[in-house]
């Protein structure tokens, strides 16, 4: 079964500063698909940014991008100029290629930016 | 504009009393799925279904039922909730073999007492 991690529970960053967020998953699969999703306080399911593993370069959506290392199994994202706006709970999430296509979920990240 | 659509958005309730959360997408997906979240644990999914009367169970199942009969529509029908069943439920769709964005519903808080 794939697991994502998530190893921290809570972050803060400064207004304009840059802050990454670190993701490890576990699988065997060699097909699969990352997300890192926003949930802000209203709680709406945000899609951030998305990678696919058979692609070696990185994505990236304006002021996030992530930092996808296939090898050791990491997907950690990097928001840049960090706004009062990014404030959220952020989760790293998992998909492998297959009938099933669910979507497996890290614990999140409540990421909290001060003015 | 393309939605999924929860209902109702709060519902608190007792326990053992049948209750039904309706979601629906007007997307015309293949997929779409059930999941509950919970402080500290993320989302996990609780049922999927492929397509029009094809559903299975996801990681936590236990006390809830589905029915697929029409395309758009996917209700979770809790049939004797209890306590632990109090959450936050997300319902969400995506096209059938796409590993593209999934939709989300707005969520539904679910209290029961």
């Known amino acids: 079964a794939q697991t994502v991690t998530q190893s921290q529970p809570e972050m803060s960053v400064q207004e304009a500063e840059t802050v990454t967020l670190s993701c490890t998953y576990d699988?065997?699969?060699?097909?699969?698909?990352l997300f890192w999703y926003k949930q802000p306080p209203s709680r709406q399911m945000i899609l951030v940014i998305r990678?696919?593993?058979?692609?070696?370069q990185n994505a990236t959506e304006n002021r996030f991008s992530v930092n996808f290392q296939k090898a050791a199994k990491s997907f950690s994202l990097k928001i840049s100029d960090s706004q009062l706006g990014d404030t959220a709970m952020y989760f790293c999430a998992f998909i492998k290629g297959g009938s099933n296509y669910k979507l497996t979920f890290g614990k999140g990240t409540l990421l909290t930016v001060n003015p | 504009e393309a939605q999924v659509t929860q209902n109702p958005r709060y519902l608190i309730t007792v326990t053992g009393k049948k209750l039904t959360v309706t979601c629906s997408q007007n997307?015309?997906?293949?997929?779409m799925s059930w999941y509950r979240q919970d402080p500290g644990l993320g989302l996990r999914q609780i049922y999927y279904s492929m397509n029009v009367e094809v559903t299975d169970k996801g990681d936590v199942p236990e006390g809830y039922k589905v029915s697929r009969k029409e395309k758009r529509n996917f209700p979770l029908i809790l049939e004797s909730p209890s306590p632990n069943q109090t959450s936050l439920y997300f319902c969400?769709?995506?096209?059938?073999?796409?590993?593209?964005?999934?939709?989300f519903g707005p969520g539904t808080r679910l209290t029961v007492l």
């Open positions: 990678q696919e593993a058979y692609k070696q």
């Open positions: 699988t065997s699969e060699n097909n699969y698909y």
């Open positions: 969400a769709s995506r096209r059938s073999k796409s590993y593209n964005e999934q939709f």
């Open positions: 997307m015309n997906h293949e997929y």
